[in-house]
């Protein structure tokens, strides 16, 4: 997240034209990425059960079939980036923004492939437990992110200025390095031993890759779901003019970073209760699944105080104009409102990839979005004149809608509900 969360503080200062241009490319970028990233992430409950019942064979084919998954979805993915222009424009964005932001997602098209195989090797890590790897990549690619940044929008070193299409290719450049640079610690150290097969025909049996895609595609559609969410928010803010946009742009980029703190509790909830129910361990996969509700609602706990209180001080991270500094101050207290929620909903989210039922959530969002929350931010936005305030109340309801409802089925379906001793009339506690 730190990717696009740089890139927008530097383009930003490139110009706001080049920030709105930004801001409606990613939208694109999030939408069709995070359905191709869920889809793979079909890997989770298949990896974390095979590491707790210790069947290492499993382990090791399921992220074969997930690296075959990740080629098959990034051809997809690829193409998809092609229509970011047309898409745009058929949304109403200024001819202008759109051809920006089109330019900026064509030099990206090379890095989709090393965007989803790095994310094949990073949930098989992630399920065995072995998390440092990627952090230590992610750290190392992010600091480089910033270098190339600075010396392909703004110029450098003989490199001409390149502006948008600069931070672009820089983005490109750092999947790029992060699958890679995964790659090698993992020859390196070593760390594929004791749960890999050498390739064979296995990796494209037909019924182990359904597997993946069944556990998968629910959860693409998921995170499809509410990242269109917040996507079609989005374009609600570009029908509003550039200074909306980019203010969206702006309190949305920081939201999004806060949402990597309970997105890493849920990420270590899918583990560790897939763990526990490989094992067999209903009661303590129960336990857990709480912990990491609580866990998820004060991080995000925190992080509302923080836009509450810096409401004035944190858009100056990214602009210095007033109009739009003055426009983000008065919708962070509106973000700082539903990060319990967003917390709570991406962690229930975890549990329920971790069970190996990820159909849920996918209900929930659209229920909770498409009927009730986008229908309302419309009605706020446009007809009551609210502009970007009925646009992001519109988007609380939502979160709030979605983490109640993970709440309610976590007491009634939770963990403990997959014990095949457990009486099916009892509550689960």
Same mark, same amino acid.
């Given at each position: 997240m730190l990717l696009g969360f740089v890139d927008t503080l530097m383009v930003g200062r490139f110009s706001k034209e080049a920030l709105a241009a930004a801001v409606l490319a990613n939208v694109w970028i999030s939408g069709t990425s995070f359905f191709a990233m869920g889809v793979v992430l079909g890997m989770d409950p298949i990896i974390t059960q095979a590491h707790g019942a210790r069947d290492a064979e499993r382990a090791g084919l399921c992220l074969q079939r997930g690296v075959v998954v990740?080629? $098959?979805v990034s051809l997809v993915l690829a193409l998809s980036w092609v229509l970011t222009g047309p898409f745009l424009r058929l949304t109403g964005q200024s001819p202008e923004l759109s051809a920006m932001a089109h330019r900026y997602v064509l030099v990206q098209i090379p890095s989709a492939v090393f965007? =989803? =195989?790095f994310t094949a090797l990073r949930q098989y890590l992630q399920g065995r437990g072995v998390l440092w790897p990627a952090l230590v990549v992610t750290l190392v690619a992010n600091g480089l992110n910033v270098v190339f940044n600075r010396l392909l929008i703004f110029g450098g070193l003989g490199i001409p200025a390149l502006g948008l299409e600069g931070a672009g290719i820089s %983005?490109? =450049?750092t999947r790029t390095l992060l699958f890679v640079g995964l790659l090698v610690i993992v020859r390196a150290r070593r760390l594929h031993h004791g749960a890999w097969l050498p390739w064979s025909r296995r990796a494209l049996e037909r019924k182990g890759l359904a597997e993946v895609l069944r556990y $998968? *595609?629910?959860v693409g559609v998921q995170f499809s779901l509410e990242?269109?969410?917040f996507a079609t928010a989005t374009l609600m803010a570009g029908r509003l003019g550039t200074v909306a946009v980019a203010a969206h742009g702006i309190v949305l980029t920081m939201a999004s970073l806060t949402f990597m703190v309970?997105?890493?509790?849920?990420h270590g909830a899918v583990t560790h209760i897939g763990n526990l129910l490989g094992e067999g361990a209903f009661a303590r996969a129960q336990r857990a699944s709480w912990v990491a509700f609580g866990l998820g609602a004060v991080a995000m706990s925190i992080c509302a105080l923080i836009f509450l209180l810096g409401r004035?001080?944190?858009? *100056?991270?990214f602009t210095t104009e007033p109009e739009l500094r003055v426009l983000?101050? %008065?919708?962070l207290p509106i973000a700082a409102a539903f990060q319990i929620f967003d917390g709570v909903q991406v962690v229930g989210a975890g549990i329920l990839r971790g069970m190996g039922r990820t159909a849920p959530a996918a209900w929930f969002n659209l229920l909770a979005y498409w009927a009730l929350s986008l229908p309302l931010a419309g009605w706020m936005a446009f007809e009551l004149g609210m502009g970007l305030r009925g646009v992001w109340w519109g988007l609380a309801l939502g979160l709030c809608i979605v983490a109640l409802l993970m709440l309610f089925w976590n007491r009634l379906r939770g963990p403990a509900s997959l014990d095949p001793g457990r009486d099916p009339g009892a509550h689960v506690s």
């Open positions: 990740a080629l $098959g965007l =989803l =195989l %983005t490109a =450049l $998968g *595609l629910p990242v269109w969410a309970p997105m890493g509790v849920s004035d001080a944190l858009p *100056l991270l983000c101050a %008065t919708i």
